[in-house]
């Protein structure tokens, strides 16, 4: 059975309450909730973790080597700052799709890059708590496909 990790970052468990213009009215609890119900139709397996701290994440995803067969990462702000996460990414060799919640693109010019996009097989942004599911679909085709090829 397919195993995927949803890694949520900083600032993501006040989603709700955070920016709602922004970033909507959902909870982290509720998108947990639609990820596990998701990878479950598709006869796959959904863990949920959300960390504050960039080493917390980090150990997240190194730990993810072996365990998990894709990584859903939404890293907050870090994407744009942290070297140290792209490099865990790198070093796990676990697929890793970035997420964001918003439409990065169309924000601050400092969220315009992205770090993680160098490692990262894919990125998906702006369709808001929906884009959980599309990154879910989009794993479970890449490593459909990886398998078969
Ligand atoms: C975010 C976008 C980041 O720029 C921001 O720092 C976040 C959330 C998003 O989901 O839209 O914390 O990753």
Do not use: W
Request: proline share 3%; charged share 15%.
């Amino acid at each position: 059975m397919v195993s995927l990790l949803v890694l949520n970052g900083p600032n993501l468990n006040m989603l709700g309450q955070r920016q709602p213009e922004v970033y909507g009215r959902t909870t982290l609890s509720e998108i947990d909730a639609l990820c596990v119900e998701h990878a479950v139709l598709h006869g796959a397996k959904c863990n949920c973790y959300q960390s504050n701290h960039e080493g917390a994440l980090i150990d997240r995803i190194h730990a993810a080597r072996g365990t998990y067969d894709g990584i859903i990462l939404n890293a907050g702000a870090y994407t744009h700052t942290s070297i140290a996460i792209m490099d865990a990414v790198a070093s796990a060799a676990v697929p890793t799709i970035e997420l964001h919640l918003s439409n990065i693109h169309a924000r601050e010019t400092f969220r315009h890059t992205s770090y993680l996009a160098k490692v990262a097989v894919g990125q998906i942004c702006g369709f808001g708590p929906h884009g959980y599911v599309l990154a879910i679909d989009a794993m479970l085709a890449h490593l459909a496909e990886n398998e078969t090829s």
